[in-house]
C-alpha cells in the first residue's frame, strides 16, 4: 500500500512540474534537467513513470482532459442546464481555447509536430476519443431536454463539433493575425445549426 501511494505521489508531482513548467517555458523548453529540478527526482525515477518527452506530454494530457471532463459531468450529473444546450458548450470550449496560456492547447500543438512518433500519434487518437464521445453526451443530453432534434445522428454531429473545435484550435495555436471569426461568432452559427427545428444529420 506505501509503495502504491509513493507511486501515485510521485506521478502527481512529476505531472503537476510539467504542468508548471511547460506554463512558463512552453512545450520546447520543458526539459527532463527542468524536470529533476521542480521535483528533486532523478532522471532514472522519472523515467521510472514516463518513457520519454512524448509519453511525458501523452499522459499529462490525458489527465488534464480527464479533469476537465470530470468536472463537465459534474455540472451535468448536478443539473446545471446550460449544459444540456450544445451551443453554451462549444462556447465554453472555444472560449477556453482563445486563452494563449491554455496548457491543452499547448500540448496539443507539441503533439500535432511530433505526430510520426506513435506515442504522439497515440496520445492525438485518445484526446480526439475522449472529446469525441463527450460531445455525443452532451448532444443525447440535449436531445433528451429538447434543445436538439430527436432524429439528429448524435455521431455525426459530434463529428462536426470536434471539425469546428480542432480547426479552431489548430488556428489559434498556428498562427497570428487579427481574426474577424471568434469564439462568440461562432457560438452563434452552432445555435443555429443545432437549434433548428429540422434534424442537422437525420437518421436514415
Same mark, same amino acid.
Request: charged residues 25%.
Given at each position: 500500500?506505501?509503495?502504491?501511494?509513493?507511486?501515485?505521489?510521485?506521478?502527481?508531482?512529476?505531472?503537476?512540474?510539467?504542468?508548471?513548467?511547460?506554463?512558463?517555458?512552453?512545450?520546447?523548453?520543458?526539459? #527532463? =534537467?527542468?524536470?529533476?529540478?521542480?521535483?528533486?527526482? +532523478?532522471?532514472?525515477?522519472?523515467?521510472?513513470? /514516463?518513457?520519454?518527452?512524448?509519453?511525458?506530454?501523452?499522459?499529462?494530457?490525458?489527465?488534464? %482532459?480527464?479533469?476537465?471532463?470530470?468536472?463537465?459531468?459534474?455540472?451535468? +450529473?448536478?443539473?446545471?442546464?446550460?449544459?444540456?444546450?450544445?451551443?453554451? $458548450? !462549444?462556447?465554453?470550449?472555444?472560449? =477556453?481555447?482563445? @486563452?494563449? @496560456?491554455?496548457?491543452?492547447?499547448?500540448? #496539443?500543438?507539441?503533439? /500535432?509536430?511530433?505526430?510520426?512518433?506513435?506515442?504522439?500519434?497515440? =496520445?492525438?487518437?485518445? #484526446?480526439?476519443? +475522449?472529446?469525441?464521445?463527450?460531445? /455525443?453526451?452532451?448532444?443525447?443530453?440535449?436531445?433528451?431536454? *429538447?434543445?436538439?432534434?430527436?432524429? %439528429? @445522428?448524435?455521431?455525426?454531429?459530434?463529428?462536426?463539433?470536434? !471539425?469546428?473545435?480542432?480547426?479552431?484550435?489548430?488556428? %489559434?495555436?498556428?498562427?497570428?493575425?487579427?481574426?474577424?471569426?471568434?469564439?462568440?461568432?461562432?457560438?452563434? $452559427?452552432?445555435?443555429?445549426?443545432? *437549434?433548428?427545428?429540422?434534424?442537422?444529420?437525420?437518421?436514415?
Amino acid at each position: 500500500m506505501k509503495q502504491v501511494k509513493k507511486r501515485l505521489r510521485s506521478e502527481h508531482m512529476i505531472l503537476e512540474s510539467a504542468r508548471q513548467l511547460i506554463a512558463e517555458k512552453g512545450c520546447e523548453k520543458t526539459t #527532463f =534537467a527542468e524536470l529533476m529540478k521542480a521535483t528533486g527526482l +532523478s532522471k532514472g525515477a522519472i523515467y521510472h513513470y /514516463v518513457t520519454g518527452k512524448d509519453d511525458l506530454m501523452a499522459k499529462l494530457l490525458q489527465n488534464l %482532459t480527464l479533469e476537465k471532463n470530470e468536472q463537465l459531468f459534474y455540472q451535468l +450529473s448536478a443539473g446545471e442546464k446550460t449544459l444540456l444546450n450544445p451551443a453554451d $458548450v !462549444l462556447a465554453r470550449q472555444l472560449k =477556453a481555447i482563445e @486563452d494563449p @496560456d491554455q496548457i491543452i492547447g499547448k500540448i #496539443f500543438v507539441y503533439l /500535432v509536430s511530433r505526430s510520426e512518433h506513435q506515442t504522439a500519434k497515440d =496520445a492525438m487518437d485518445e #484526446f480526439y476519443e +475522449s472529446l469525441f464521445q463527450f460531445a /455525443v453526451l452532451w448532444i443525447r443530453s440535449g436531445q433528451q431536454n *429538447g434543445t436538439i432534434p430527436r432524429n %439528429t @445522428d448524435p455521431y455525426k454531429a459530434a463529428e462536426l463539433f470536434m !471539425l469546428i473545435l480542432d480547426g479552431f484550435r489548430l488556428r %489559434t495555436r498556428l498562427y497570428h493575425s487579427d481574426f474577424f471569426l471568434g469564439s462568440t461568432d461562432l457560438e452563434g $452559427v452552432i445555435k443555429r445549426l443545432f *437549434g433548428h427545428e429540422t434534424a442537422l444529420f437525420p437518421f436514415e
